[in-house]
């Protein structure tokens, strides 16, 4: 059974940096690419990256793009997040998404590429 376990979230301030984790287990992690998404109240979930099943691709939004880095430690069968200058607009709940295709050729993208979720954590931006 596929289980995804978010944590690393929280309050910060305007221009601080949080670190995700995601911690996989039940399938084979080195085997498949990992996303994050993001959706805040009242707005639809939203792609934030993404990584290749083996670490040597990796694509993210636009408010995303130089600001956050995702990583994959196939060892730990974890992924992480590290978001950096963070804005008041990143405030959402973060979720995990695990890739539906085994070794797909590119990093996954779309919300459709992704099979199984995990629960999420919290990260609100304010001063």
């Known amino acids: 059974q596929v289980q995804l376990v978010e944590s690393g979230g929280g309050l910060v301030q305007p221009g601080a940096f949080l670190r995700l984790s995601c911690e996989a287990s039940?399938?084979?992690?080195?085997?498949?690419?990992m996303g994050w998404f993001r959706q805040a109240p009242g707005k639809e979930r939203e792609f934030v990256a993404a990584?290749?099943?083996?670490?040597?691709?990796?694509n993210y939004a636009d408010s995303a793009e130089g600001r956050f880095t995702v990583s994959k430690d196939n060892a730990r069968n974890t992924v992480y997040l590290q978001m950096n200058n963070l804005k008041p607009e990143d405030t959402s709940v973060y979720y995990c998404?695990?890739?539906?295709?085994?070794?797909?050729?590119?990093?996954?993208?779309?919300?459709?590429?992704?099979?199984?979720w995990g629960r999420g954590t919290q990260v609100t931006v304010s001063s």
């Open positions: 998404a695990k890739d539906r295709q085994r070794r797909r050729y590119i990093s996954p993208s779309r919300i459709g590429d992704f099979g199984s």
């Open positions: 039940g399938f084979p992690f080195n085997q498949f690419g």
């Open positions: 990584i290749k099943w083996d670490g040597q691709s990796t």
